[in-house]
Nanobody, 126 residues
């Protein structure tokens, strides 16, 4: 089992930045793919950024490329999402997820993740 706990959400004005953290514990050696998803009001959950932990390969949704960066600190078992140039469209609940399997470039399917955090809210005002 793997436990994921997100933090770092909050309210920010458009153009601002936030850094989300996801602390992982438990049987983390089994996770090979970690990702950030978000769920905007009235929308389905969508993949934002993924990271293959062994190779540090980063994958991004088109909507956040150039603005968001996913990273990991292996010593702390922590995944990060650095978010810059935030806009109201980024307002959502953000979730951390972990998978024990590799899916190549198709990392953004929610059913492929074994473990989920409880989410952290990000609100961007214009």
């Amino acid at each position: 089992q793997v436990q994921l706990v997100e933090s770092g959400g909050g309210s920010v004005q458009a153009g601002g930045s936030l850094r989300l953290s996801c602390a992982a514990s438990g049987d983390t050696v089994t996770t090979v793919l970690m990702a950030w998803f978000r769920q905007r009001p009235g929308k389905e959950r969508e993949g934002v950024a993924g990271l293959y932990t062994g190779t540090a390969l980063e994958l991004y949704a088109d909507s956040v490329k150039g603005r968001f960066t996913i990273s990991q600190d292996n010593a702390k078992n922590t995944l990060y999402l650095h978010m810059n140039s935030l806009g109201p469209e980024d307002t959502a609940m953000y979730y951390c997820a972990a998978s024990s399997r590799r899916y190549g470039a198709i990392w953004y399917i929610t059913d492929r993740y074994n473990y989920w955090g409880q989410g952290t809210q990000v609100t961007v005002s214009s």
